[in-house]
């Protein structure tokens, strides 16, 4: 088995986990949709809306990057969502939300987890971006 053959596999793989990490998040949003809701900055209308709209946008784009022929404009669109998200992740951060989601045991944990969510947010879009390229290679 050639370099290129293993590469291809490995991104291959990465791009099932991809996939199957926004999907699963999706779902996510559609079984305890309040605990995202208080999360959505409240100069945003509708926050129920957009919980469900960002669940079912997470999961259409991960189900879609799945498959060569969508994958690109899936992984458009997984930037452009992580992108929109964004503040709702400042908003979590800057009013100390995140103690308040889990059980007070783990309230310090959910306190470094929502910080470190911050910068991870551009490793993940630099992940997606990987499967935007035209390459014949299966990135």
Do not use: C, K
Request: aromatic share 10%.
């Amino acid at each position: 088995m050639s370099d290129t053959d293993t590469g291809s596999r490995r991104s291959g793989a990465l791009r099932a986990v991809m996939g199957l990490f926004y999907a699963v998040a999706g779902v996510t949003h559609f079984l305890t949709p309040r605990a995202f809701e208080r999360i959505v900055p409240p100069q945003l209308p509708r926050p129920r809306a957009l919980v469900y709209l960002s669940g079912v946008a997470e999961i259409v784009l991960g189900v879609g990057v799945l498959f060569e022929r969508t994958r690109r404009v899936s992984a458009w669109g997984i930037i452009a969502l992580l992108i929109a998200v964004f503040p709702a992740n400042v908003y979590m951060v800057t009013e100390d939300m995140a103690p308040d989601l889990v059980p007070d045991r783990f309230a310090d944990a959910a306190r470094i987890a929502a910080w470190v969510r911050l910068p991870i947010q551009a490793v993940l879009i630099g992940w997606a971006w990987l499967y935007t390229r035209t390459s014949g290679n299966d990135r």
